[in-house]
């Protein structure tokens, strides 16, 4: 198994431009998650997705942020418009049941 | 908020030394994972402990969990400069959700 697979790895753009982030999940896997990690405020979950369906938004930091899962194999987290406050690594990870998250590499976004 | 925190923030030894890393969380839980971050990767998981279990070991990690007291504790024994990683406690309620700590940056010196 390739393990989760995100695009980009990097990602430079300007502030207010939209950024696409993407994620294919381990397959067979059931459970989704987006993360955003800064030195500041370390790792923080932003959203998760059970069976395709968002379950736990309350991490969005705000409407500029959506993500989607159109099936069980992609996954996106859009920003737009970008801010220079949202350049941060962002992970996707994956699982099945209540147990360990497999993580992406994760994409490394600079907004100027 | 972060559920976790972390104990020390960072720590030096030298290879072949013990490293012990602290976790405290604030709510009851349903399990507790440790994850280790090599330094622009992703996170890797390396051991779960169920709320039911006092201690869990796995090659040169140990793991003992505290329930009274919401804490947990990562040992590697004998580490080597391959060890050198920030780890992170993650904790699950009822839930796929894990709620991450602020981790600990371990630096072993060869």
């Known amino acids: 198994d390739a393990g989760v697979i995100q695009s980009p790895r990097h990602e430079v753009t300007e502030m207010g431009q939209e950024v696409t982030l993407r994620c294919k999940p381990i397959s067979g896997h059931n459970s989704l998650f987006w993360y955003r990690q800064t030195m500041m405020r370390g790792l923080e979950l932003l959203i998760y997705f059970n069976n395709n369906v968002p379950i736990d938004d309350s991490g969005m930091p705000e409407d500029r942020f959506s993500a989607k899962m159109p099936n069980a194999s992609f996954s996106t987290l859009k920003i737009q418009p970008s801010e220079p406050r949202d350049s941060a690594v962002y992970f996707c990870?994956?699982?099945?049941?209540?147990?360990?998250?497999?993580f992406g590499p994760g994409t490394r976004l600079t907004v100027l | 908020s972060q559920q976790g925190e972390e104990d020390p923030q960072a720590l030096s030894i030298q290879e072949g030394e013990n490293a012990t890393m602290n976790c405290s969380y604030k709510?009851?839980?349903?399990?507790l994972q440790w994850y280790r971050q090599n330094s622009g990767r992703g996170l890797v998981h390396l051991i779960l402990?169920?709320?039911?279990?006092r201690e869990k070991h796995s090659g040169r990690l140990r793991v003992t969990l505290d329930t009274s007291k919401k804490s947990s504790s990562l040992l590697i024994t004998a580490s080597r400069a391959a060890d050198t990683a920030s780890y992170f406690c993650a904790t699950s309620r009822d839930t796929d959700k894990l709620i991450f700590g602020t981790g600990t940056r371990l630096q072993v010196f060869p």
């Open positions: 709510t009851s839980i349903n399990n």
């Open positions: 402990i169920r709320s039911n279990e």
């Open positions: 990870a994956s699982t099945l049941g209540l147990d360990e998250q497999f």
